[in-house]
């Protein structure tokens, strides 16, 4: 149980494009789900929290514009990166929370972002 | 505010011996405690956490943890390493009123024959 799945893997895109990652928990209803940023051999740098229904709460230091995040249902939460550049690469992980206990959030497998 | 501190970047051991990664953290009262670990190009998956009671957490994957509050730690030991355990292991406290973690900056291990 409490399996949270990401979307997709991997991917490469071009200077100037949007990218959208998904993030799915698979066998619960995730009432908050989290995004973080992780750095070559760092460590995880909160990036936002999104609550099924309601607009996304944006640590100090990120940018909403860019990091479009939508969290439409219990089980999806979405980050579009905007008009991505080469420093927006990156490894993006999500988590998710199924309100049961306390801050035990689940991980998805990540993403790796690449700009070109 | 609240900080949570891993020592050690990097941690070398052999198969079989045991392991040490020491965590402390920096909070007022009894913090929520968790371990992670992260395999190469992994999400984290949650190896043990601390709320309450027993301060002798017993986790997966033959993981334990203990939680000192006089010495603000909780460092994860393991009796005898296997290959498959190398990875990055990340500690973490609950932020205080908050579903938030707070991360360190995590310790690699490397596991020799």
Redesign the interface.
């Known amino acids: 149980g409490a399996v949270?799945s990401?979307h997709p893997s991997r991917v490469i895109c071009k200077s100037g494009t949007s990218v959208k990652i998904e993030c799915r928990s698979l066998d619960f209803q995730a009432t908050?789900m989290?995004w973080y940023r992780q750095f070559p051999?760092?460590?995880?740098m909160?990036m936002a929290?999104s609550n099924e229904g309601s607009k996304a709460t944006y640590e100090q230091g990120v940018e909403k514009d860019k990091f479009l995040i939508n969290h439409a249902s219990l089980t999806l939460s979405t980050l579009t990166v905007t008009s991505a550049h080469p420093e927006d690469s990156s490894f993006y992980?999500c988590?998710a929370?199924d309100g049961r206990g306390?801050?035990?959030?689940?991980?998805?497998?990540?993403t790796?972002l690449t700009v070109l | 505010a609240q900080s949570v501190t891993q020592p050690d970047i990097h941690i070398t051991v052999s198969e079989g011996a045991s392991l040490e990664l020491r965590c402390n953290y920096s909070y007022g009262a009894t913090p929520?405690l968790?371990w992670?670990v992260q395999s190469p190009?992994?999400?984290?998956?949650?190896l043990l956490?601390y709320?309450s009671g027993d301060t002798l957490v017993q986790g997966i994957k033959g993981f334990e943890a203990e939680f000192k509050r006089s010495q603000s730690s909780f460092n994860l030991r393991k009796p005898s390493v296997h290959w498959s355990d190398a990875a990055e292991y990340?500690c973490a406290v609950?932020e205080d009123g908050t579903?938030?973690?707070i991360?360190?900056?995590?310790t690699?291990l490397q596991v020799f024959p």
């Open positions: 949270v990401q908050t989290f051999k760092q460590s995880l909160l929290t992980i988590s929370r306390y801050n035990e959030q689940f991980f998805g497998p990540g790796r | 929520y968790f992670y190009g992994q999400g984290l998956q949650l956490k709320f990340f609950g579903d938030k973690l991360f360190g900056t995590g690699r």
